[in-house]
Structures are given as C-alpha cells and as structure tokens.
C-alpha cells in the first residue's frame, strides 16, 4: 500500500511540475515535454520513500515526499537538459546546454568534467548537511535547520546567476530569493522530520514550486527568459494551457491541506 501510495505523491508532483514548465513553454515548444516530470517522479518518489522510510499515507509524510520528490525530480531533468541532451540552441535566448557566457560547451571531455563537478559538488553539500546530524551544537533548532536548507538555494542561486545573469542581467532580490525560501521551508519541515537532509531537500523542492507559481501566473504573459524576443511557435496553447490551470492549484490545495492537517498533529 506505501508503495503505491508512494506512487501516487511521484505522479502528483511531478504534475505539478509539468503543468507550470508547460504553461510557460507550450506556446513556444508545444506539449511534447509534458509527460517527462511526471514519469521521472514516479520513478523516484517510490524509492525515495523506500530509502527515506517516509510514510506517504501520513499527512508528514506526504508533505516531506512532495517536497524531496519535487526537487530530486528537478535536479535529475536539470542535468540531463544541461549535459546529457543536444538539441538545437538557436530557440533559445538562454542556452540550456551548460554554457560560459552563451558560448556552449561542446560534447566531450570538458563537458563531462564539468558534469561529474557538478555532481560531486551536490553530493558533497549533501554529505554535509546530513553530516551535521547528532553533532553538539549551541545553535537553536530552528537557526540550525534554516542554516542548513538554505545551502541547496544557495547552489540554486549561483547556478542561475552563473546560467543567467550574464545574459539577462544580474538581479539582487532574486538572487537572495532562493537561499531565504529554502531555509524558511527547511524549518517548517522541521516539524516532521529530525533529518537535516530530508528538510533541506525538501525545503529547496517547495522552494523552486513556490518561485515557479510566482513567475508563472502572476506574470502569464511574460515569457521565460529563455524564450525571451523568440516568437510564439504554438499560439493555439495560449488558450490550451489553460484548462490546466484547476489541476495546477488542486494539487496546490492538497498539499496546503496536508500541512494543515500535519501541523495540526505535530508534536
């Protein structure tokens, strides 16, 4: 039953997911990408769960699992749209493919360096936030748990700004967005779980859906930076994507439901 429990928060974040990088996108590249999130959550919240020991069934559970899915999800497409595919660049204003200053690395040793950096780099700031588990520490909880989720917004954020900023400019608040949402999440996830981890992970998944909600639907008629001055290829989405749009903030309720439901609970 945890299983297909499991199964169902996968398919449910990773809906979530696809429908706002579908509402930003259809217009520009069609729905083709659609299903990609979606498969690649259901893939991974099961064994995330399964590693995890998290309990989709609970109403703690399901919101640590959303949160992890979420960003494991992102991080995996990430990579793959950044090293592993080749795809025309041209439609872009940003390039995807991992790029210095818009000038794109080409495939081959380089490219590959940089990607196992990448990877290493991620895994070594996972080490040291789990690292931190069970040490003595004179700072209060909250602080501890803040300090330690902002640390995947901070990658986040210089990321982007290395991606970005070069090409569109370098933007302060937005800088520090991901870095102060990460960790506010990271403590209210506190609440459910003693895992460092678990909460930062999490906290940084709630984090890009929140900034994803934000510049999706408060701003609908802009488009991504990486489609931005490229013509609209698909103007009969305009009105597709709509019909999307009750899915979209269903799973919002859901999720906003569950937190109620496991603070109600908590402690």
Request: hydrophobic share 50%; with cysteine; glycine share 10%.
């Amino acid at each position: 039953m945890n299983h297909l429990a499991a199964l169902a928060v996968g398919l449910v974040a990773g809906a979530h997911t696809a429908t706002w990088g579908m509402y930003k996108d259809a217009p520009h590249e069609g729905f083709r990408h659609y299903p990609r999130s979606i498969v690649v959550s259901a893939v991974l919240a099961p064994l995330i769960a399964l590693v995890a020991r998290l309990d989709p069934l609970s109403a703690a559970g399901f919101c640590l699992l959303f949160g992890v899915t979420y960003c494991c999800e992102r991080g995996v497409t990430e990579f793959y749209k950044t090293f592993v595919r080749f795809e025309d660049q041209s439609k872009y204003t940003i390039p995807m493919q991992f790029h210095v200053f818009g000038r794109v690395i080409p495939a081959g040793p380089s490219r590959w360096a940089i990607a196992t950096g990448h990877v290493a780099l991620v895994f070594l700031a996972g080490w040291a936030i789990h690292s931190f588990q069970g040490s003595d520490s004179t700072l209060a909880r909250p602080l501890r748990f803040f300090l330690l989720g902002s640390i995947g917004g901070w990658l986040s954020a210089f990321g982007g700004g290395f991606k970005d900023a070069p090409i569109e400019g370098f933007h302060t608040l937005k800088f520090f967005r991901s870095p102060l949402l990460a960790g506010l999440y990271a403590v209210l996830l506190s609440l459910f779980t003693n895992s460092y981890l678990l909460a930062a992970l999490g906290g940084l998944g709630y984090t890009v859906a929140t900034i994803e909600t934000y510049k999706t639907f408060f701003f609908p008629n802009r488009p991504r930076g990486k489609f931005a001055g490229k013509p609209i290829l698909f103007p009969e989405h305009i009105e597709t994507r709509r019909r999307f749009v009750p899915l979209y903030f269903g799973i919002w309720t859901i999720v906003i439901v569950a937190f109620g439901w496991a603070l109600a609970n908590a402690g």
